[in-house]
T-cell receptor, first 114, second 116 residues
Framework: KQEVTQIPAALSVPEGENLVLNCSFTDSAIYNLQWFRQDPGKGLTSLLLIQSSQREQTSGRLNASLDKSSGRSTLYIAASQPGDSATYLCAVRPWKNRDDKIIFGKGTRLHILP | DTGVSQDPRHKITKRGQNVTFRCDPISEHNRLYWYRQTLGQGPEFLTYFQNEAQLEKSRLLSDRFSAERPKGSFSTLEIQRTEQGDSAMYLC??????????????FGPGTRLLVL
């Protein structure tokens, strides 16, 4: 059974710092891995999607890496800003023909201190 | 295209009442998913439709839960005889036909349910 774990559960850093969020998954048979952002009481916004054949994806100040063989991904946020404060969710799509569900971690609650 | 919409956004009900939520996916998306998210947890898969066919149901979906997508467009999720443990955010997502490995699911804003 695929399980996704995110460390740390919560993180507070001063504005301007670079930071890394970690994600691990137990079964390396995945289609892709995604990082989502969720603001309090809101839905999910997809930030980055890494296909199983890729090693990393970048969007602006965000960079996500994937090491499928070791079951790990990191989300790197450069020059953090107060607007980055949110919960960041890691999710994998298992490698099955008809199984389209996404399996999520519990998230990392990020607070950027002004 | 206005994205995935859900209605209502918030629902407060008393234990034992029935509630129904609606999800309108992005037009042209034939795949629709329901997830449930409790406080401090990530979303958990409930069920999945391809067009009007319900293809998979999680063990989380007890007999009190029923989901439908009668015309392959919008979907409803009904909870009968609600319990306090049903309090959660119910998220809907959709994706286009034949999503490739690089295709994401698009999430709606969610319906937050509070059972008193």
């Amino acid at each position: 059974k695929q399980e996704v774990t995110q460390i740390p559960a919560a993180l507070s850093v001063p504005e301007g710092e670079n930071l890394v969020l970690n994600c691990s998954f137990t079964d390396s048979a995945i289609y892709n891995l995604q990082w989502f952002r969720q603001d309090p009481g809101k839905g999910l916004t997809s930030l980055l999607l890494i296909q199983s054949s890729q090693r990393e994806q970048t969007s602006g100040r965000l960079n996500a890496s994937l090491d499928k063989s070791s079951g790990r991904s990191t989300l790197y946020i450069a020059a953090s800003q107060p607007g980055d404060s949110a919960t960041y969710l890691c999710a994998v799509r298992p490698w099955k023909n008809r199984d389209d569900k996404i399996i999520f971690g519990k998230g990392t609650r990020l607070h950027i201190l002004p | 295209d206005t994205g995935v919409s859900q209605d209502p956004r918030h629902k407060i009900t008393k234990r034992g009442q029935n509630v129904t939520f609606r999800c309108d996916p992005i037009s042209e998306h034939n795949r629709l998913y329901w997830y449930r998210q409790t406080l401090g947890q990530g979303p958990e898969f409930l069920t999945y439709f391809q067009n009007e066919a319900q293809l998979e149901k999680s063990r989380l979906l007890s007999d009190r839960f029923s989901a439908e997508r009668p015309k392959g467009s919008f979907s409803t999720l009904e909870i009968q005889r609600t319990e306090q443990g049903d309090s959660a955010m119910y998220l809907c997502a959709s994706s286009p036909p034949h999503p490739d490995i690089g295709e994401t699911q698009y999430f709606g804003p969610g319906t937050r349910l509070l059972v008193l």
